[in-house]
């Protein structure tokens, strides 16, 4: 039986709080695709693919073979320190390294809460760029959510990330650099202990692209990255595909884009609303592509890649979470077929006099009902590391 839950409800209506969005020509809210032209950060082993990085080394002067030397102690045991790397000739070593691992980024500030198990990164970059990454120890798989911009150009209303727009793209090199720091944190005792009987690798296992950024406006260098994630050590390091999930606010021409590429991520559609007239005003980016279009666009990414794609819905307080709502997404996602598609309810902490707000847990319970009925795959998702601002896919910039 359906929960009481009243059947006219109010249509809060997106806005920001406390700030004003950046305006275009035509009064529209300003999207940046665009990076500004800012000091690129010095090149890196992992900006590099395998030719690239013998050509590097031949032009330092040094034998190609070093290249891989290199990258695994890069890669696998997670130092940039050449006193450790023994197995390099002493003499020169120090400007080897120095030439092929330059320091990315300094740590600003870490910040732990579920007794450890999550712990925030505040990094500064080459020049002064605030990122951050935020790592999740689970049963079975250590999760670390990824920035791929400083700053975004997206300008969604609930987000504190957009509100400055895009300071610039990150090099592939700083994404994965997130990466092996912290492998390096987790391999020193820094992460939350393991539960007993756990057999989780002490190393990152799955990649989100949640953090700072829309990662397909930053398209060439998030596949550099992510090559390199994959690739198998001591070449990269050695992730699996389908363990990386790619999130979008729906850039249609970079999903289309990725689905041709012959590496299998994850795909996740940041929907948040099944109608265009709500999400016009929620995603910014859906003046430019429609909620059809990306529909189109996350189903050609199954049919390219067998992958099954994700649908991320946070539910907000008398916004989005109107059951009518659910019965049209159910409805939009069924139009194109059965199976290849997964809807994530994210619900939000409760904040008190913000229209951004949790939805009561009675309309939860109603929406995923709906969907469920209607026979789409439906799973609530955990919300970890909400509490301290996680990740701005998930709306929880609202809430800091
Ligand atoms: S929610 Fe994501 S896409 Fe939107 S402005 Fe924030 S970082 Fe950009």
Redesign the pocket.
């Given at each position: 039986m359906p929960v009481d839950v009243p059947l006219a409800r109010p249509q809060v209506r997106p806005a920001t709080e406390g700030w004003q969005q950046q305006r275009d020509g035509e009064g529209r809210p300003l999207l940046q695709f665009a990076s500004p032209k800012r000091g690129k950060p010095p090149v890196h082993l992992a900006d590099l693919d395998g030719d690239e990085r013998r050509a590097r080394l031949v032009e330092l002067g040094l034998p190609a073979f070093r290249a891989k030397q290199i990258a695994r102690h890069y890669f696998t045991r997670w130092t940039s320190d050449p006193a450790a790397m023994t197995d390099l000739p002493a003499a020169g070593r120090e400007e080897l390294v120095a030439g092929l691992l330059p320091s990315l980024m300094t740590e600003v500030r870490r910040l732990a809460t579920d007794r450890g198990d999550t712990v925030k990164f505040l990094w500064k970059l080459h020049d002064g760029a605030l990122v951050e990454s935020v790592l999740m120890r689970y049963p079975g798989r250590i999760t670390l959510c990824v920035s791929s911009q400083a700053g975004?150009g997206?300008?969604?209303p609930f987000?504190a990330?957009?509100q400055a727009g895009l300071t610039r793209n990150m090099s592939a090199a700083e994404i994965v650099d997130q990466v092996v720091r912290a492998n390096r944190f987790i391999a020193d005792g820094g992460l939350g202990g393991k539960r007993d009987g756990e057999t989780t690798p002490e190393r990152v296992s799955n990649i989100v692209f949640m953090g700072?950024?829309?990662p397909l406006a930053n398209y060439a260098r998030l596949m550099r990255a992510v090559r390199t994630m994959v690739a198998p050590a001591p070449d990269g390091l050695g992730m699996s595909a389908r363990h990386i999930t790619v999130s979008t606010?729906g850039l249609v021409p970079a999903i289309r884009k990725l689905a041709a590429e012959a590496v299998p991520v994850t795909f996740a559609l940041s929907l948040h609303a099944p109608d265009d007239e709500l999400r016009d005003e929620l995603i910014p980016v859906n003046s430019r592509w429609k909620v059809d279009e990306a529909l189109d666009a996350a189903r050609a990414y199954f049919d390219a890649t067998g992958r099954r794609v994700s649908i991320e819905y946070a539910l907000i307080k008398d916004m989005n979470d109107h059951g009518w709502r659910a019965d049209l997404l159910a409805e939009k996602l069924n139009a194109r077929g059965r199976g290849w598609v997964h809807v994530n309810p994210i619900p939000l902490n409760p904040t008190p006099g913000s229209i951004w707000t949790a939805s009561e847990p009675a309309v939860q319970r109603e929406f995923v009902r709906r969907l469920e009925a209607a026979g789409v795959p439906t799973t609530i998702r955990d919300t970890r590391g909400k509490e301290i601002d996680g990740a701005?896919?998930q709306l929880a910039?609202a809430e800091s």
């Open positions: 975004c997206m300008n969604c987000c990330t957009g700072m950024g829309e606010v701005c896919g910039a």
